[in-house]
């Protein structure tokens, strides 16, 4: 069990003992309810980006209307009088509680439900998920006042230590795709309030300054899947010239189907913002393809490159070369940044190395079909690098 105190106060605190379910009954734990709960308030945790998170989530309610409850164990805790959680059971009717995604990042989200709305609350449990969610409040305090970006993103609120984001489905907001045209507009709108150029070498230093003190992995394949995506991503980078100035913004950082909700006119709702920051342009489109390309639909490497391209197409400021460019500064990106999260991690998971392996072919494939160029790469190179053979 993880690190509860911030959440429930310590053990010596006086309180109330109260019985949770803990979920899935067998396995990595991820979810707490109360047992007083017959609905599952826990899984509003859990974004409904794909279908089969769908299905579970109305069989677990359908279930929860029969007084019967998905797979778990129950266990019993005790409750501070003085604690965050005594605090929301007193301001709020419904509480459901997700564990987290194990790694230095992690928090635990407690979905809360009351006269005051609905909101998800972030408690962190180290000093890594403190600072993201201090993180997070500065961003949407800011992007509040933009005319444009106000109407995407989710109010917020302290409750001690704890951030509260809205729920936005409660206006009407549902997890479904986006059409590519709306990826672009939220993609415009941020890089055209914070756009910069930074030279490469420089982003380079940024993205790698921690390798020298990373300690390789304890699990021999997780460490050789490590070193392989940093190889790949070292020859992506070395194969440009340091000076290559690159066009960046400030970006969500996390743009995932799962992070991104559709209102009834189809514009976007935006939530998990602690990942903002700095990143080369079209961080944003090219992550919202390729996270759920590899994560959900478990899309091979060739695949992913074509329909990067085809969405690339679709942004009049990306030559050939950018795209192709671009996306591998993603890719070689999001190595450089995981890779130094899964090295300080104990429990790795199957996604991560479906992320590490396709990331590497990714890029390995981008060294093998710059795009054809002649004024930068050369005659007879392959003119698209999403489909050349």
């Given at each position: ?239 440009l010239a340091p000076d290559t100035a690159v066009e960046c913004y400030e970006a969500h950082g996390d743009f995932t189907r799962w992070n991104v909700l ?128």
């Amino acid at each position: 069990m993880i690190n509860l105190v911030p959440l429930f106060g310590p053990r010596s605190a006086t309180g109330q003992t109260t019985a949770f379910r803990l979920f899935p009954r067998r396995g990595a734990e991820r979810w707490m309810l109360e047992t007083r709960f017959r609905r599952p308030w826990h899984l509003e945790t859990w974004p409904q980006a794909n279908r089969r998170a769908k299905v579970i989530y109305r069989a677990a309610r359908l279930l929860g209307d029969l007084g019967l409850n998905l797979p778990s164990r129950r266990i019993t805790l005790s409750i501070g009088n003085d604690s965050l959680y005594a605090q929301l059971r007193g301001r709020f009717d419904a509480l459901g509680i997700f564990l987290g995604t194990p790694g230095p990042n992690r928090k635990v989200v407690v979905f809360a439900r009351g006269r005051e709305g609905a909101w998800f609350i972030k408690v962190p449990i180290g000093e890594t998920s403190a600072a993201l969610a201090q993180t997070e409040a500065s961003v949407l305090d800011t992007l509040a006042g933009d005319p444009n970006l106000s109407p995407l993103v989710p109010r917020c609120l302290w409750i001690d230590e704890a951030l509260a984001i809205e729920d936005v489905r409660a206006a009407g907001a549902i997890f479904a795709p986006l059409d590519p045209g709306e990826v672009l507009r939220v993609h415009a709108l941020l890089f055209a309030r914070s756009r910069s150029d930074i030279p490469l070498a420089d982003l380079v230093r940024r993205w790698t300054a921690s390798e020298a003190e990373a300690t390789p992995h304890g699990h021999p394949g997780t460490a050789r899947a490590i070193a392989a995506a940093r190889a790949a991503a070292r020859s992506f980078l070395g194969s440009l010239a340091p000076d290559t100035a690159v066009e960046c913004y400030e970006a969500h950082g996390d743009f995932t189907r799962w992070n991104v909700l559709r209102a009834a006119d189809g514009s976007a709702r935006i939530i998990d913002w602690e990942l903002f920051g700095v990143r080369p342009k079209f961080f944003d489109p090219f992550h919202y393809l390729v996270s759920q390309a590899i994560l959900v639909d478990r899309l091979p490497a060739p695949a992913i490159l074509e329909r990067a391209e085809r969405l690339a197409e679709g942004a009049d400021s990306l030559d050939i070369y950018s795209r192709w460019l671009y996306f591998g500064l993603y890719v070689a990106g999001q190595v450089c940044y995981y890779s130094g999260i899964y090295e300080r991690q104990t429990e790795f998971y199957a996604q991560a190395f479906w992320q590490l392996e396709t990331w590497t072919e990714l890029l390995e494939m981008l060294c093998a079909r710059p795009p054809g160029d002649a004024n930068r790469l050369g005659p007879g190179a392959p003119k698209n690098f999403g489909n050349a053979q």
